[in-house]
């Protein structure tokens, strides 16, 4: 049976992998419609295997680095863990916050299809190895950059619950992002135009909120490495604490909308230009 940290795990790494899918989706449909399929799709398979050996890599190392090195201090594992995702899952929270409240601009991809798509007409003609390398270079760097953050999420994710539930995490949080990327490439297929019915901004939300909870969570466990017993704490409810973690998130960022949400309001009406006689 799958714990509560195992189903949360593979539901932030499948809706984090469909956010990003979706961004380097658009990337290289814009290329292929604009410049050159073929070299397009060389490129998309380029970053893929790129991202492959890269994730395969860097979780093979740090694989190692960490029994080998760590050894029995697996709380100083879970502490560095949640650090890391906490400072990701904030970055992240902060962006979602601020275009929850309209003082960041919602994120719209068929207005980045559109300006992939000019930039893909203004871009001379280069070819290397019979590929337009405008397109290849162009894709290769989308589907490559934005996967690096789903290989951040599946590696840190993966890495920490392998350790304390079960051997075989990694593979979850992997299937999760391959189960993502194959779903959006399959409705990207048949749509064949930019998927902005997905709705990338609350998903963002969610993932946000999802990276800040484990990054909490797992910090906090990591706290006992600096006791004397240098030993992982224990959350009273165990993994359900993961839920109050969440609520508490949902609560502060739910508050802080609401606080900013006039403020922008008040200022984008203050910077509106009025006509002629019109009081402001």
């Known amino acids: 049976m799958l714990s509560p940290e195992i189903i949360a795990l593979m539901t932030a790494v499948f809706v984090a992998s469909i956010v990003e899918a979706v961004e380097a989706f658009t990337i290289v449909l814009a290329m292929g419609l604009t410049r050159e399929w073929r070299s397009t799709i060389f490129g998309t398979l380029g ?11 860097i979780g093979i190392t740090l694989s190692r680095l960490t029994a080998s090195i760590l050894g029995s201090t697996e709380a100083l594992l879970q502490f560095i863990i949640g650090i890391l995702l906490l400072v990701f899952g904030l970055q992240w929270l902060r962006k979602a916050i601020l275009r929850a409240t309209g003082l960041k601009a919602v994120h719209d ?7 992939e798509q000019e930039a893909a007409r203004r871009a001379g003609t280069e070819t290397k ?8 270079v162009v894709s290769y760097k989308g589907v490559f950059l934005e996967g690096m953050e789903v290989v951040f999420i599946v590696i840190t994710f993966g890495l920490q619950a392998q350790r304390n ?8 949080a992997a299937a999760s992002a391959m ?9 990207g297929a048949f749509a064949h135009k930019p998927l902005s019915a997905v ?14 909870t484990f990054g909490v969570f797992w910090s906090v466990e990591g706290l006992g490495y600096f006791s004397a017993r240098r030993q992982s704490l224990e959350w009273p409810i165990g993994d359900w604490g993961l839920l109050l973690v969440f609520a508490a998130w949902l609560l502060v960022s739910w ?15 203050v910077s509106t230009p009025t006509t002629a006689g019109e009081k402001p």
């Open 47 to 57: 970053g893929l295997v790129t991202l492959a050996i890269v994730t395969s890599g």
């Open 109 to 115: 991809e068929d207005a980045i299809f559109r300006r």
């Open 129 to 136: 190895f019979g590929l337009d390398w405008f397109a290849f």
């Open 165 to 172: 539930l079960t051997p075989h995490a990694m593979l979850f």
């Open 179 to 187: 189960l993502a990327v194959l779903l959006v490439g399959f409705a």
């Open 199 to 212: 709705p990338e901004n609350t998903m963002k939300f969610a993932v946000a909120l999802l990276l800040s």
């Open 255 to 269: 508050l802080t909308v609401a606080v900013l949400k006039p403020l922008a309001l008040r200022d984008a009406l």
